[in-house]
């Protein structure tokens, strides 16, 4: 088994998450996505920093050997995104989907339809792992935010990952950060510039701009994505 599938929490065949069930198919990414960097030009392809992923670590008496990797820390039981009622999908042919939070976490997204583009901000450290029938499909991961830097992304091999870091936000909001930092919550009555986060107009616009229109569905909460499995062709919400 590969150092990918330890952390990927996917048996295929049929996951029970709590009273629903759910058909999870683990695939062969390989290692986890090398960066390729990310354009300031959100009309402009990333280009190829030149990473080799045969490269040889240079280790004096320890060539070829695989590196120390942590056992995958505990994130609890996996659960489904359940939006309910609230659940929406914004264009049901749109290929962009994009999901944010302030707390980060290890969650999967589950491609049950054909998506290209995967959108991600986040204050803390992100683990996505992409998982399901479609998942070949996704051509890019874009991670924004102030977790950017440390996250990681689980995918097949040929899925390019951009690291936006925390740029100057689309347009400026008062009700959001001047840069983009993360997503909380948009209940009424709160603010995210409160918590040092972007609105949702901030961060829907900012990956407009690097994905184009067609949003298939917009996914935002402030409380951790732990455990989380999120399924792109059911919609997403607002949550706390």
């Known amino acids: 088994m590969s150092p990918w599938a ?3 929490v996917a048996l295929g065949g049929t996951l029970s998450l709590g009273c629903t069930e759910a058909e999870v198919i683990e695939v062969d990414a390989g290692l986890p ?4 960097g990310a354009t300031s030009d959100a009309t402009k392809e990333p280009e190829d920093a030149g990473f080799s992923e045969d490269a040889p670590d240079d280790v004096p008496g320890d060539e070829g050997a695989e590196p120390d990797r942590p056992p995958p820390r505990d994130v609890g039981p996996p659960r489904m995104l359940t939006c309910g009622p609230k659940a929406r999908v914004e264009d049901p042919s749109g290929d962009t989907v994009v999901i944010g939070n302030e707390a980060g976490g290890r969650f999967t997204l589950v491609l ?4 290209a583009n995967v959108g991600v901000i ?3 450290p992100v683990e996505l792992t992409l998982n399901g029938d479609f998942v070949t499909s996704v051509r890019v991961v874009h991670f924004v935010g102030e977790g950017a830097a440390a996250s990681t992304l689980y995918a097949p091999r040929g899925v390019a990952l951009e690291r936006g870091g925390t740029p100057t936000a689309p347009f400026a909001d008062v009700t959001g950060h001047s840069t983009m930092s993360c997503a909380s919550d948009c209940q009424p009555g709160r603010l995210p510039s409160d918590r040092g986060c972007n609105s949702p107009a901030q961060v829907t616009t900012y990956f407009e701009r690097r994905f184009g229109e067609g949003r298939r569905m917009l996914h935002l909460q402030t409380s951790t994505l732990d455990g989380l499995y999120v399924f792109a062709g059911r919609g997403g919400c607002c949550l706390p």
Request: zero cysteines.
């Open 6 to 8: 330890v952390l990927v």
């Open 122 to 124: 986040a204050r803390g």
């Open 33 to 36: 996505a090398h960066d390729i």
């Open 112 to 115: 049950d339809v054909a998506i």
